[in-house]
């Protein structure tokens, strides 16, 4: 059984434009929720995905978008990127069949 | 609406001594009640949990949490700290939906 994975590790962009990043979701698992932590923060819920639909979303703008696929992998993309979004992106996948969520390593976004 | 309270941002503590990490929570429905460790650089790893039943939850490597509803707490406690121990550890609560909201975290710093 394969966990939460993440791509890239890390990732430098310039300010205005865009990003791509990717979640494997851990076997079994339907859901996936994407979190950022900001630097000396907790993570912040962003959105989360059930069954490739968007099921719930946090208090970022619609620059923030995702999308699962058939396989519950997932990607986390954000448009016109500014030095706040500098953080860690947190992946989690967690099954309908109970409420523990499994997260991946993350991926370090700096934006210059 | 959920919401978490770290009350300390910073624990600095001796090896071998004791210590408690502490965690209020505010929740309108039922809840789940997690600890999250995070060491430098890494994703969150699940500590402890609470879902039901026993009160008292215990993790493999001594760390135990007593969930409080009338105290709405869950604190997290161990009774002799090792160097190892030295990381962020995030309390964090779920109504059910798999979205889970983190306090800000709290440094444990284990002092030789």
């Known amino acids: 059984e394969t966990g939460v994975t993440q791509s890239p590790t890390h990732l430098i962009k310039t300010r205005g434009q865009q990003v791509t990043l990717r979640c494997s979701s851990q076997?079994?698992?339907?859901?996936v929720s994407w979190y950022q932590q900001a630097l000396g923060q907790g993570p912040q819920f962003i959105f989360q995905?059930?069954?490739?639909?968007?099921?719930g979303r946090g208090n970022f703008p619609p620059r923030f978008s995702g999308l699962q696929f058939p396989n519950y992998s997932s990607e986390l993309n954000v448009n016109a990127l500014e030095l706040d979004d500098s953080a860690l992106y947190l992946c989690?996948?967690?099954?309908?069949?109970?409420?523990?969520?499994?997260f991946g390593q993350g991926t370090r976004l700096t934006v210059v | 609406a959920q919401s978490v309270t770290q009350l300390d941002s910073q624990v600095p503590v001796f090896e071998e001594a004791p210590v408690e990490l502490r965690c209020n929570y505010s929740?309108?429905?039922?809840?789940?009640l997690f600890w999250y460790v995070q060491y430098p650089n890494q994703g969150l790893q699940l500590l402890l949990k609470?879902?039901?039943?026993?009160?008292l939850v215990e993790s493999i490597n001594g760390f135990e949490a007593e969930f409080n509803k009338s105290q709405t707490s869950f604190h997290l406690r161990k009774p002799s700290v090792h160097i190892s121990d030295t990381a962020e550890y995030f309390c964090?609560?779920?109504?059910?939906?798999?979205?889970?909201?983190f306090g800000i975290g709290t440094k444990l710093q284990v002092i030789p």
């Open positions: 964090a609560v779920t109504g059910g939906y798999q979205k889970v909201t």
């Open positions: 995905y059930y069954r490739e639909e968007e099921n």
């Open positions: 076997s079994g698992h339907n859901t």
């Open positions: 929740s309108s429905v039922s809840v789940y």
């Open positions: 989690a996948s967690s099954s309908d069949r109970n409420t523990e969520a499994f």
């Open positions: 609470y879902l039901s039943g026993s009160t």
